[in-house]
């Protein structure tokens, strides 16, 4: 098999670039630099130095001028720095036109993100959705040495291999994607499967979901003490853990731990992750976390909101949830939080302080939507007496010559089609 992770010497010091196209937009990217500096350190390569570079307009050569890109492939060299990391996306071309006038490595956001996400995938699936990812990214980047990170770097799509070499590896790589592609519809069937057996109790499910290191896994081992990885790391959670926890009203309520989100999410992580973001998309409810404590904890909610958006379920009831609030010294800062979200909670999964609230909160929210409703459904919609069947629990049926009258417990993801039939 085509082996994608050749990483035999790591590169040893790195420059961050980052570009802004007016004078407004610098303190965006020097914080996005910041995020960019977290995510190398996660790889275990340390930053030498972060530039933000005013760029009018993206060109087409080296995304930067000319004169620019060369200044700085000066102080890489000046400083000693054997990789070059671009906060802005670069087009394969981009990219290898910067290798070329660097002599070092050239790697973007995109790139490191892949790599961290390929570092830390744990089960069968998210290594699948991962090596697609990776591989669709490569491929049109594949006449520079692949595995840039290797100094053999060597093999397959090497430079200077004959263009008939390259179009077989090229092949080889959609062969292999295409097995990948398979063995993905085989490992997602059976997690359908058991997303469907869950679905047969009426058990309602909330998704946690936020920007990465938010506190999402914390939050899901403080309430239901499941074992999952809590780190300070970015992108600590790739696969979806769902627990149970029973509220005060006696009800359960499943919760799910998602994969984070980030500015700048590659796309073909969002496309090849999709079935796992899907946990979100199929909850009845979310719980968006946000770490209060962070000074771009705004920007982070938008950021959230938009995937949430590319994935259909921005419209799903949200629950609003400011985490880390023992980190928050400035009464400001929770006064300008509530005013932007005056329907949100202030928690702490540390010191605890909020939970209980929280908790409450889901009980309401699992009270308000999963109630007992007296049906009547005409003959020709039997599929939503089928459904009911299948995701609800079914109390008592009477068959009346217009309708089948049932008294039914509806989990809240069917009640938008079932509510016209109910009979107050
Ligand atoms: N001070 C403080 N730190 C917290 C709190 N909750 C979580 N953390 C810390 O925040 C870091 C991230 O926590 P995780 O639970 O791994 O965050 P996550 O949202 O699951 O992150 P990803 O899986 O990377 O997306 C860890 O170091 C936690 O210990 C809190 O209430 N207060
Ligand atoms: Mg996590």
Redesign the pocket.
């Known amino acids: 098999m085509f082996e994608i992770k050749r990483r035999e010497k790591m590169v040893e010091r790195a420059l961050l670039v980052g570009a802004y196209p007016t004078p407004a937009d610098k303190a965006d990217a020097e914080d996005l630099l910041e995020e960019l500096g977290e995510l190398v350190r996660t790889l275990g390569v340390p930053v030498a130095e972060k530039m933000a570079v005013h760029s009018r307009e993206p060109q087409a050569r080296y995304f930067l001028g000319s004169g620019k890109a060369e200044e700085i492939c000066e102080h890489a060299r000046e400083i000693g720095c054997d990789v070059i990391i671009f906060d802005n996306e670069l087009t394969p071309a981009q990219q290898r036109n910067w290798e070329n006038l660097s002599k070092i490595t050239v790697i973007d956001r995109q790139e490191v993100i892949l790599d961290i996400f390929g570092a830390r995938a744990q089960t069968k699936e998210a290594k699948l959705q991962v090596d697609l990812a990776r591989m669709n990214y490569s491929l049109p980047r594949l006449t520079r040495a692949w595995g840039h990170l290797g100094k053999q770097g060597g093999g397959i799509g090497s430079k200077g291999e004959g263009e008939s070499q390259l179009e077989q590896d090229k092949r080889k790589i959609r062969g292999q994607m295409d097995r990948l592609r398979r063995d993905l519809v085989e490992v997602r069937r059976n997690r359908a499967n058991q997303r469907k057996d869950r679905k047969r109790a009426p058990v309602p499910n909330a998704a946690i979901v936020?920007y990465?290191?938010?506190?999402?896994?914390?939050l899901l081992r403080r309430l239901t003490g499941a074992d999952v990885?809590?780190?300070?790391?970015?992108?600590?959670?790739l696969d979806t853990t769902t627990r149970k926890i029973n509220l005060p009203n006696r009800r359960p309520l499943l919760l799910t731990?998602t994969?984070?989100f980030i500015r700048k999410l590659p796309h073909q992580l969002v496309e090849s992750f999709n079935a796992t973001l899907e946990e979100a998309v199929m909850a009845d409810f979310l719980v968006h976390?946000l770490d209060a404590?962070h000074p771009r904890v705004l920007e982070f909610h938008a950021t959230t909101m938009h995937v949430l958006e590319d994935l259909g379920a921005d419209a799903k009831k949200t629950l609003t949830v400011f985490?880390?609030v023992?980190?928050v010294e400035d009464p400001m800062t929770k006064a300008m939080l509530r005013n932007a979200h005056p329907d949100a909670l202030f928690v702490?999964?540390?010191?605890g302080e909020g939970l209980d609230a929280l908790v409450a909160r889901l009980a309401e929210f699992v009270g308000e939507e999963n109630s007992e409703l007296l049906l009547e459904i005409p003959h020709d919609r039997s599929d939503l007496v089928a459904r009911l069947h299948r995701e609800g629990v079914i109390h008592e049926t009477e068959y009346l010559e217009a309708v089948t009258r049932i008294r039914a417990t509806v989990p809240p993801r069917l009640r938008e089609s079932i509510s016209p039939f109910a009979v107050v």
């Open positions: 936020g990465t290191n938010a506190g999402k896994s914390s990885l809590v780190e300070n790391a970015l992108f600590a959670t731990d994969v984070g976390l404590s985490n880390k023992d980190r702490s999964v540390h010191s």
